[in-house]
């Protein structure tokens, strides 16, 4: 250690007190005292306040300013007066201060505290700097895994500047370096393209290892296989047969025939997607057609259908984005990704998904990403050469006698486009049960209303939209009757719906922009 003092009967005094336990060298000045810390700095420092030239302020205040001292413990020795100043010196990095005259065993004691803190100081910094590097070659590691990954997945746009038929547009944002999130589309043959959304559970390094494996599982099995639902459950059957770590996975795939518009999708314990119809009606795609992959062997996962029109676009998300949190805890919620999409016009895919991400970040406001944000876009564009889209609309009176209009007018529709008369029969009798429902229970008595009637024609498939501005009401959730009770032991109602159901190829209710909107679809190549 090292004692500086002017006074040299004090440095006798420092030295005869520690000499026995330490190597004590002394300087009568601060300009000796620097010099002889630059040559071999010492453990610890005994300084003078009151020294001429240069007094032990100015001494501490250019140890600690310098990196290479900044660490060395500076223990001033006062006079009794002097404890008055006490503040300045711990201000400048100083670890202690004795008073003179010297007490033996205070010195002692406080040389002994304070060598050891040092001692314990260098050993944290060595460790840290262990740790340090460690931590750096490891986010090193973790940055070259967050390159590999993310190549694993289709970063340029637009994917198919040869195909004008669709548009795709995707991104994830990661919470860490590498997470669990994935997206995929791919054509499987010239027609069909297959989209791909999925989220391990977890993060790290773990769930990016299962996302890679099971990415590559459903591009393989696609290959050979055009349905959503087989490709789920032969992937299911792999993964869950070999999951020691028992992690899991939500998907949803689906095939898009971007010819004829046939989209086929399964969802195994996935956020519901959201259909952003040309017209602006969105559909939220809620089947749920078996749990998370992963988990459970030898499941048979179901799949559903609907048909895009052109300028329909498809929603797909993870929970990344409705679950995002502000900084007081709030979720973005479902309700308003739902007022996002509805109100946002975005010309392309890309707007409409950059201006999700950041509806989410400005709402999140700062928040810390706690989850992998993933979203895929996917619009049927118009393609004159194999599409035609005819259409037509009428206004009626909520009157029961009004419906032979909308018959008349369906008829003359379904004439000039040579609709199979079959389907229009089907077509009138859920639209009488469906406009009949809303005559009878959608408004109040003793004012006036009207609904509205859009009918879809294209090659592939002929679709009917009812609007009201009634009570909200979604027909199709009310719980369907048993028809394997008697009449008279069977609840009144139920049956119509039900025959709805059963005539007609896909229904679906929305409420938007305080109407109700349902849409009835016929596909023309299946009747």
């Given amino acids: ?120 100081m260098d050993e944290l910094n060595k460790a840290y700097g262990i740790i340090k590097v460690q931590k750096d070659r490891m986010e090193d590691e973790l940055n070259v895994g967050r390159d590999i990954q993310m190549s694993m997945l289709p970063l340029e746009f637009p994917a198919f500047p040869d195909r004008d038929e669709l548009s795709v547009h995707a991104l994830l944002k990661p919470a860490r370096e590498v997470g669990g999130d994935f997206y995929d589309f791919f054509f499987v043959n010239e027609d069909e393209i297959c989209l791909v959304v999925g989220d391990v559970s977890g993060k790290g390094v773990p769930a990016a290892l299962f996302m890679a494996v099971t990415k590559t599982m459903i591009k393989t099995r696609a290959m050979d296989d055009r349905s959503p639902a087989s490709i789920i459950t032969r992937v299911n059957d792999e993964m869950s047969a070999d999951n020691p770590s028992c992690m899991f996975v939500t998907l949803f795939v689906a095939i898009c025939n971007v010819r004829t518009g046939e989209f086929r999708f399964t969802n195994a314990g996935h956020n519901p997607p959201y259909m952003k119809r040309a017209s602006g009606a969105l559909e939220c795609l809620d089947q749920r057609h078996g749990p998370i992959i992963g988990a459970v062997e030898e499941l048979a996962y179901k799949e559903s259908k609907t048909t895009m029109l052109s300028g329909d676009t498809v929603f797909i998300f993870t929970d990344g984005v409705t679950e995002a949190m502000d900084t007081d805890s709030q979720l973005y919620s479902e309700h308003r990704l739902e007022n996002i999409l509805g109100m946002t016009k975005c010309s392309t895919v890309e707007n409409l998904v950059n201006e999700t991400l950041a509806s989410v970040e400005s709402f999140a406001d700062g928040a810390e990403q706690a989850d992998d944000i993933t979203i895929l876009a996917f619009c049927l564009n118009e393609d004159p050469e194999q599409s035609t889209r005819h259409q037509t609309q009428l206004v009626i009176d909520a009157e029961l006698s009004e419906i032979e209009k909308v018959n008349q007018e369906l008829d003359a529709f379904a004439k000039e486009l040579e609709v199979p008369g079959s389907i229009i029969k089907k077509l009138k009798i859920a639209i009488d049960e469906l406009v009949t429902n809303i005559i009878s229970y959608g408004f109040d008595e003793g004012d006036d209303h009207s609904i509205e009637l859009s009918f879809i024609c294209s090659d592939e498939q002929l679709v009917v939209e009812i609007i009201d501005e009634g009570v909200p009401f979604n027909v199709f959730d009310a719980a369907k009757p048993d028809t394997t009770l008697s009449i008279e032991e069977r609840e009144i109602g139920g049956l119509g719906v039900l025959l709805v159901n059963e005539l007609i190829d896909e229904v679906a209710y929305q409420r938007r922009n305080n109407t109700n909107v349902v849409r009835l679809t016929m596909n023309l190549r299946n009747n």
């Fill in 1 to 120: 250690m090292l004692a500086v003092d002017d006074t040299p009967e004090n440095l006798d005094v420092v030295k005869g007190i520690l000499t026995p336990e330490y190597v004590v060298k002394v300087a009568i000045n601060g300009p000796m005292a620097l010099k002889i810390v630059e040559k071999q700095p010492p453990d610890l420092i005994l300084l003078d306040i009151m020294m001429p030239g240069m007094n032990g302020y100015e001494v501490c205040s250019r140890l600690k300013s310098n990196p290479e001292t900044s660490e060395i413990p500076v223990i001033f020795l006062t006079a009794m007066d002097q404890t008055s100043d006490e503040a300045s010196g711990f201000e400048l990095g100083a670890a202690d201060y004795i008073t003179k005259p010297v007490n033996p065993p205070i010195l002692e004691a406080r040389v002994k505290t304070h060598l050891a803190l040092k001692v314990s």
